[in-house]
């Protein structure tokens, strides 16, 4: 009787806060449905109970109950169906809740298992607690698992409301230290780096809609889906995943953008104007990340860029994107594990390089002629606006610079830079169907001496379009159905200036470096041999 009112409890609670919330919604005919069977198994129970001959409570004044009749077969075998009834009953709850709940969000999932073996030439390994340098001839890594792991999350709201969502662990095999590596982590690449097993937020968004509009707009709100962006799809055999060409920006951002809908008036296919504002780092003197120091005077560094994308004039399956993006107030405020600041805190303007302008352009093609043939290309300019005051950058440069035969003097004067950068690749789907048509593609990416983009989100352990000088990668990619594909991997990087990937400090020509031996020139180069397995569903 107990589990029975149970039952009808929670279905009426269940019910009512459907209801009231107005969440989801149970359809009549399976609601009516299971109110008869609960009404007709809870008469069956009162008929069971009253027939087998279970006491009522004993007086105050007797010391024990007396004991309930004993059961017949009938009895017991009729409360023996009336369990299975209830647990059937149990079961259509389930379903229910679950269809009702997936209605309105659907889940998927990931899992991607990779091996990486490096192995480095001439590797200048840098110890920030004594602003000293050590060079490697040669350096190998050969094991390197990883887990990466990932909860995709989607609904449709209503017809002008969508919300998005990735949550994602990743996680070096055995590594319960990662927490406690400083990589220069933060807030923009939380998800993408290797940390401990639990879920990060990589991305979360709403885009709105809004009717009525003489053009088509969209507004989306929350962490952008700023990661893994063209021509990333092509390496990762999946759709477009970000608003952004990964060559631009590649990191996990907070802010708001607009989309314009212009196809209608300015005649080209897919045509949007994307206006973007959103943070770089956030100023908080309550921070206890030790990769980023909090001062006084530090500024929020802010974003604001715009995009125009749409359709290559008569190429089929492509696309093309230009990109302005301007950093406000870049922070240099760099900090190692034990304290040790690598900016000047006594600078007037605080820890501020100043601001950065980024130029893109990125064009792709999928399919060429029909012929299974792919290819992209990507460039990016990006022009440097220090702020006047040379102290603020003087120990920055001398720290961040320091390389055997440089002397680690501080910089007097502050001088504007520009840098640039081009990826290229090119992706053939082979005609093999017994092999599931497997893809072979290869990818070259260039960085000159100030080249500087931020991509601290990549999806790599090291961060090949941040190169200054020459990266080579080729890779084939073996599918096995819908939700499972293998990888394997070559990558070549040939560095021809120190820094790369850091927006403070000389980028220094490593051929002109002198070595602890007394040699003039490095030959760093770096080789990585990957295999890899994505699962989807």
């Excluded at 005649?267 to 120091?293: E, P």
């Excluded at 230009?322 to 870049?330: C, G, I, N």
């Excluded at 040939?494 to 820094?499: A, I, N, P």
């Amino acid at each position: 009787m107990k589990k029975v009112l149970l039952t009808a409890g929670a279905l009426m609670l269940w019910t009512g806060t459907v209801c009231a919330a107005d969440m989801v919604r149970m359809p009549a005919e399976d609601y009516k449905a299971i109110m008869k069977s609960l009404d007709a198994l809870q008469q069956r129970v009162v008929e069971l109970e009253s027939n087998k001959g279970i006491a009522a409570p004993a007086p105050a004044a007797r010391p024990a109950a007396r004991p309930a009749a004993p059961m017949s077969g009938a009895d017991s075998e009729r409360l023996d169906q009336l369990s299975d009834d209830i647990n059937n009953i149990y079961d259509t709850l389930d379903q229910v809740e679950t269809k009702t709940l997936k209605d309105r969000v659907n889940f998927g999932a990931e899992y991607r298992l990779r091996y990486d073996s490096y192995a480095y030439k001439d590797l200048i390994i840098t110890d920030w607690s004594n602003s000293t340098q050590s060079v490697h001839t040669t350096e190998h890594d050969d094991d390197n698992f990883t887990n990466r792991f990932r909860i995709n999350m989607d609904a449709n709201i209503s017809k002008s409301l969508k919300f998005h969502a990735r949550l994602t662990a990743y996680h070096a095999w055995g590594d319960h230290d990662q927490h406690d590596v400083v990589n220069f982590n933060n807030d923009g690449n939380a998800a993408h780096v290797l940390g401990d097993d639990g879920l990060k937020v990589d991305r979360f968004y709403v885009d709105w809609i809004p009717q009525g509009f003489p053009i088509p707009v969209a507004i989306t709100v929350g962490r952008h889906p700023s990661t893994e962006g063209p021509p990333a799809e092509f390496k990762e055999d999946r759709q477009r995943q970000s608003t952004y060409p990964s060559l631009i920006f590649d990191g996990e951002a907070d802010g708001i953008v607009a989309t314009l809908g212009l196809e209608r008036y300015i005649k080209l296919q897919n045509a949007g104007l994307r206006l973007a504002y959103g943070k770089f780092y956030r100023s908080d003197m309550n921070s206890t990340d030790v990769s980023w120091l909090d001062n006084d005077n530090t500024k929020d560094a802010d974003i604001a860029a715009a995009f125009f994308e749409g359709k290559v004039p008569f190429v089929n399956n492509s696309l093309m994107v230009f990109s302005y993006a301007h950093v406000f107030d870049l922070p240099a405020a760099f900090v190692d594990g034990t304290g040790l600041v690598l900016s000047s805190p006594t600078a007037t303007d605080g820890l501020i390089l100043g601001d950065m302008d980024i130029y893109g352009a990125h064009f792709q093609a999928a399919d060429i002629a029909n012929i299974g043939l792919d290819f992209y290309v990507s460039g990016s300019i990006n022009e440097t606006n220090p702020n006047d005051d040379p102290a603020n950058l003087a120990t920055g440069y001398s720290m961040l610079t320091l390389t055997p035969g440089v002397p680690a003097a501080a910089v007097t004067e502050v001088e504007d830079h520009t840098g640039w950068g081009v990826v290229a690749g090119l992706r053939y789907t082979m005609p093999i169907k017994a092999l599931n048509n497997p893809k072979l593609g290869f990818e070259y990416n260039h960085g000159s001496q100030y080249h500087f983009t931020p991509t601290l989100g990549a999806n790599e352990l090291y961060n090949k379009f941040a190169t200054r000088g020459n990266a080579y990668e080729v890779y084939y990619i073996q599918p096995v159905g819908r939700e499972l594909f293998f990888r394997v991997g070559l990558t070549h990087i040939e560095y021809d200036y120190t820094g790369s990937g850091m927006p403070v400090g000389q980028p220094y020509k490593l051929d002109d470096l002198m070595k602890p031996d007394g040699t003039i020139g490095y030959d760093t180069t770096m080789d990585n041999i990957y295999m890899l397995m994505d699962v989807r569903f």
